[in-house]
């Protein structure tokens, strides 16, 4: 059966996504994450259980309205969220969809080392029998954490296995994985190709 042959309103309501070039809504919070189903937008709980699988329960408890803080610069009165924030933000908005697949455009780019490994670690405790993440990215502390991995290279499947078993076969991923772990290791303050650009960074 081609794509072309599924209906629409059926497609998307099975796919849910995050990518990287997400919208900053000017609007409440609520708004922000509800905004990932219109249909379901007024339930509060819902809401609250995708900022929580995304991270950002912490974030919107400090905010002056919580969940009914006004975001963005449009409107007098707005809290201005970091890139990281509003990051966490969109996230919050693609997993309140509750598709069974959804699709992760490099979700945690904007974010710091230490609250990536913690929204990762809440999607995985989150994760349903019936639901399949599918995480696209550059960043190998993001890739490892998935339980399959496929390598592309020039639009073909390369290598496809585990972290573990993709290391002890030594490939392009094993490669790859190790550059940018010793990056990691060896960035300094005057290393700003590596460092973690601390102004986009969600805390």
């Known amino acids: ?38 249909a379901r937008q007024a339930d509060r709980h819902a809401i609250e259980a ?3 699988r995304a991270g950002a329960s912490g974030l919107i408890g400090e905010l002056p309205h919580s969940y009914d803080t006004l975001l963005g610069q449009m409107f007098d009165g707005a809290r201005e969220l970091s890139k990281g924030q ?25 974010l710091s080392p230490s609250k990536e490994q913690e929204v990762f670690a809440a999607l995985r405790a989150s994760l349903r ?36 078993e993709l290391i002890k ?13 010793r990056a990691y290791a060896d960035k300094t303050p005057d290393r700003p190709d590596v460092a973690d650009g601390a102004e986009n960074l969600a805390t």
Not at 96 to 109: C, R, S, Y
């Open 1 to 38: 059966m081609r794509l072309q042959d599924y209906d629409l309103h059926v497609l998307r309501a099975r796919y849910g996504a995050l990518f990287q070039d997400f919208v900053q809504y000017q609007a409440t919070v609520h708004e922000n994450i509800g905004y990932g189903d219109i």
């Open 50 to 52: 995708a900022a929580q």
């Open 86 to 110: 509003w990051q966490l933000m969109a996230l919050a908005r693609a997993l309140f969809h509750e598709a069974p697949i959804v699709i992760l455009d490099e979700p945690t780019a904007a």
């Open 129 to 164: 029998a019936d639901q399949i993440d599918i995480i696209v990215s550059h960043r190998f502390s993001t890739v490892r954490l998935a339980d399959d991995i496929i390598v592309i290279e020039g639009a073909t499947i390369r290598e496809q296995d585990s972290h573990e």
């Open 169 to 181: 076969l030594g490939g392009t991923y094993a490669r790859l994985y190790t550059i940018q772990a």
